[in-house]
């Protein structure tokens, strides 16, 4: 008899969102696609091997080739059982055109020699700076399929969320629900060892992007499975509440009205939307005003350098150390220990200070981890 405390599998089941036997008790499983699915798929996917290959040659320094991924459908159990015990997922959810589940799983040992490679770190730690590492790769490998699947689709809407990435058991992996498409890479990190690299599609989400492919049109069912809401659905039931709320009309003036309209198609007229407005909504302003108040530590650094103990134990007053940045190089000005601008120092009123002279973009914060 249980004496009620969890198992280690049971607390990752439930971080997973999934029961212990890999179910859940809040989504519907949707069917796998066919095989003309599956082939419009990899045929995608194989158009964007030399991309991405070129992309992760260039950001780790290495020559980094990706072979052709083996796409399936298959199911949670069926999956988990291909992984280490330790994994990186990383999740890059569709929020846009295809809306609904993406993400990838990385074996913590591949995740550590991409890491490596790019921080020139041969004793890398899974930490929060490795993570956000591995979170730019894949930003990149995401970026280059978007644009890819924007031109073939012609959808113009196609957006990502930007990559989380986690190291965690394989046991609370976040996968979808019921079968999915999955597409499974062999990549070579020139360190003569086979790497591995899931890429993991919701069914609703591989469906959608695979009729687009093949020119048809999106399937009216599977995206309700992401908790998307059918704005047609939604739209028809605010026109028929309306309706019951009109007053004052007879229902064979209504009826007439109607008749009217669809006997007369000159009355149709195009729909005005209003322009798209790029900035943050209300709500999600109110949140961004929580954390205001929260304080970071900012610090500018002049310059570093590395010197062997017995010179630092030598050290004395008047001591010269020479740093790695030449006379009026811009310093380095991080926030909690991560670069994110340059600047010029400036005196002001007998205190240093520092001008702000440039933002330093993602990409240039992942190779100045080196």
Known sequence: MSDGALSQDEIDALLAGVDSAGG??????VPAGSEEDLRSFRSFLSGNIGAG????????????TLQEPQVQYTSRDSLLEQFPDMVTAVKADFSSGFPGEHLFILPEETSKAIASLMTKDENIEMDEMAMAVIGEVISQFVGTQITDLTKKTNNQSI??????????????AALPVGEFLTASYIMDLADGKSHRIWEIYGAAVAADISRALSGKSPAAGPAMQSGAINTAAMQGMAGMGAMQGMTGMGSAQGMAGM?????????????????????????EAGNINLLM???MEMTVELGRTRKLIKEILSMGEGTIIELDKLAGEPVDILVNQKLIAKGEVV???ENFGVRVTEIVSPMERVNDFS
């Open 24 to 29: 859940t008790a809040t989504a519907t499983a």
């Open 53 to 64: 290959s070129s992309n992760l040659s260039m950001m780790t320094g290495a020559q980094v």
């Open 159 to 172: 957006e990502a969320i930007p990559p989380e990435a986690a190291n965690i058991k394989k046991a609370a």
């Open 259 to 283: 008749g009217g309209v669809m006997g007369n198609p000159s009355n149709v007229q195009s729909v005005q939307f209003p322009n798209l407005n790029p900035h943050a909504m209300p709500q």
């Open 293 to 295: 108040d929260v304080f």
């Open 347 to 349: 005196v002001i009123d």
